[in-house]
């Protein structure tokens, strides 16, 4: 086992899928699940450090999205992947706004606002199978640092959040206090 323990959520590199026009709800499904089966745009590299900290870890795991698994591979195309279904986004599924039609960017809008009017509430935003998955995500990423010592993970913006809190919780820190959310940023804990 080794002393210092830690584990890195990458979010993945930005995705091959690009929608143009407004869509309604349904819409919006339609494009969840084109997002969902699209790999990265492959002119989305990652930066090379992440690259350096990827080569040096012990271990890379990643969901099983097709993005993630070519982020991973993009991060060290020489390494052995582990892919797992516990890294899995959480389910976002869409406000429901009846029949109005949007551009992207006002759902992601509608998305903030619901999200933020569920913390006012202290309302969860994720489903108790959403939880019940992250905890056993976070019990499985624990025994692999304390055999490896060093895990990336390359998971999803959301679900990452879920994962750190439970982290923290259980006494891992958090490396930089102030989190960037964007494509190949990289949030270390620590134990």
Not at 79 to 97: G, V
Not at 145 to 159: K, L, P
Request: glycine content about 6%; proline content about 6%; overall charge positive.
């Amino acid at each position: 086992m080794s002393t210092q323990q830690q584990i890195v959520f990458v979010r993945h590199g930005r995705s091959g899928h690009v929608h143009k026009g407004w869509i309604d709800v349904a819409g919006f499904g339609r494009w969840r699940d084109a997002y969902e089966a699209a790999g990265i745009d492959e002119q989305d590299q990652p930066p090379p450090e992440l690259k350096d900290l990827a080569s040096a870890s012990g271990l890379i795991v990643a969901s099983d999205a097709p993005r993630a698994i070519q982020s991973a591979k993009m991060l060290d195309p020489r390494r052995h992947i582990t892919t797992s279904p516990l890294l899995q986004e959480l389910t976002l599924a869409p406000p429901n706004i009846g029949g109005v039609r949007m551009p992207l960017a006002a759902w992601a809008l509608a998305f903030g606002v619901r999200w933020l009017a569920r913390a006012a509430l202290r309302r969860p935003h994720e489903s108790v199978e959403e939880v019940e998955r992250s905890r056993d995500a976070v019990q499985w990423l624990s025994n692999l640092a304390e055999r490896h010592g060093s895990v990336v993970a390359i998971t999803h913006n959301t679900f990452r959040s879920l994962l750190s809190r439970h982290l923290i919780e259980q006494g891992w820190r958090c490396e930089i206090p102030r989190r960037r959310s964007s494509h190949w940023s990289a949030w270390v804990l620590r134990r």
